[in-house]
């Protein structure tokens, strides 16, 4: 069974003008072996009349008076009833044959011939071989049908040509289904479409827009839930400034210690929330040109207590001057997820490499780490909100990479995650953003 409906037209309209063409075929093939067979039946009656004339010399058998292309042969025959002509052999045509066309068995040979009477009595046979004259015919028949023998191939590529060019809307409609992006569903063009479509088209743009409220619904609800439980917050957060003052005693100040972390780990979820919200809210804004190698120095010099803390070496393995159109916030944003990511996964000690390269007209960005990395099974949600993976340990929202993400797609880029293979282990994460 053909899954494809170009498949399915393709097949369809092919069976159905190869069976025209077939019986067309036979038919133009009987009608023109008759006409070949008439057109001969012609030639022996204007031979007959010719020789009857005495326009044409008769030859007896017995000299073989036979026309080399036609193969008709012209024989005196005796008279009814009587004995049959000079040079008469047993093969000879019997004298009791009626005048006129007919058809005989002489000699194991089946003959077309025409029996004539002239004006003084004596009577002529006009004759051709059946199996000559069929020959004929069907030569003269073949020569009709080979044209379309030459057409079918013809029209089976005219037909898939058609057949790609009537389903090209469809194509492009689904390239362009393809090319959006979750964040930012665009309807369907309506221009140009077959009629047949437009039903389908417009289903789907209906679908489209209930998707696109569901989102936005969504983000609003992220953003309004963020917004309104950052005040409450931040007024924990001021209260445990002020107990911090009182006098406390060693439990109570290990119990502040933890309630301030929590509180500190509730802030930093909902500003990812809040970054979320903004970077699902449409498309990207034209930024302007920014240095991202020194966008990435002030980073990585933000963290560097972060890391020092961990005795983790956070440096460069190779940086490069590339700029790139984007919004500088943005791109602080995504490349302080990517280090946060790393560093909260690298092992006391360890190492995390960053480099920046321009390359094919594109910046990449590579950060290393020699962690623990992702487990294969894991690869596929790393990006969705929310997901810490099965080996997430201490702090973290499951927001960073998700955040990480929707910046570089709003930039047209792709970010891509690699566990490096043994003898090291630990995860590289490779971001590419065109320059323009």
Not at 261 to 267: A, D, L
Not at 406 to 419: A, D, T
Request: proline fraction near 4%.
């Amino acid at each position: 069974m053909i899954s494809s409906l170009r498949g399915r037209l393709f097949t369809g309209l092919t069976v159905v003008i190869v069976g025209m063409a077939l019986a067309a075929g036979y038919f133009a093939y009987r009608w023109a072996f008759d006409e070949a067979i008439e057109l001969q039946d012609a030639i022996l009656l204007q031979v007959g009349s010719l020789v009857a004339k005495n326009h044409l010399s008769t030859t007896l058998p017995s000299e073989g008076n036979v026309d080399g292309e036609a193969q008709v042969i012209i024989e005196e025959i005796g008279r009814r009833g009587g004995a049959a002509g000079q040079g008469s052999s047993a093969a000879a045509f019997s004298g009791d044959l009626s005048d006129g066309l007919q058809t005989i068995m002489r000699g194991g040979t089946r003959w077309r011939i025409l029996v004539r009477t002239r004006s003084d009595g004596s009577r002529l046979a006009v004759g051709q071989s059946t199996a000559n004259r069929d020959e004929i015919a069907q030569d003269s028949a073949l020569r009709t049908i080979v044209p379309l023998g030459v057409l079918i191939p013809c029209l089976m590529v005219l037909i898939a040509l058609v057949v790609d060019r009537t389903l090209r809307p469809l194509s492009r409609l689904a390239e362009r289904l393809d090319a959006a992006q979750s964040d930012h569903l665009e309807k369907l063009p309506t221009e140009g479409i077959p009629t047949e479509l437009l039903p389908f088209v417009s289903s789907i743009n209906r679908l489209l827009e209930r998707i696109g409220a569901m989102f936005d619904t969504q983000r609003r609800f992220v953003a309004d839930a963020a917004h309104e439980l950052r005040t409450p917050i931040t007024a924990l957060v001021v209260q445990a400034e002020n107990l911090q003052q009182a006098h406390l005693s060693q439990d109570g100040r290990d119990r502040l210690s933890s309630l301030k972390t929590g509180i500190r780990r509730i802030g930093h979820l909902l500003e990812q929330l809040l970054t979320l919200a903004r970077y699902d809210s449409g498309p990207s804004k034209d930024g302007s040109q920014v240095q991202i190698d020194r966008v990435l120095k002030e980073v990585v010099a933000d963290l560097s207590l972060a890391a020092q803390s961990k005795s983790i070496d956070l440096g460069f393995a190779r940086i490069e001057p590339v700029s790139v159109r984007l919004e500088q916030v943005a791109l602080t944003v995504l490349v302080r997820n990517l280090l946060d990511n790393a560093l909260k996964h690298t092992p006391m000690g360890g190492q995390v490499d960053v480099s920046l390269i321009a390359e094919n007209g594109s910046m990449v960005l590579s950060v290393e780490d020699n962690g623990p990395g992702i487990p294969d099974a894991d690869l596929d949600r790393i990006f969705e909100p929310f997901f810490r993976g099965s080996r997430s340990q201490g702090e973290g929202s499951g927001l960073g990479l998700s955040i990480a993400r929707r910046i570089v797609e709003r930039s047209h880029g792709s970010i891509c995650l690699e566990n490096k293979r043994a003898p090291s282990s630990g995860l590289r994460v490779i971001v590419r953003i065109p320059r323009n």
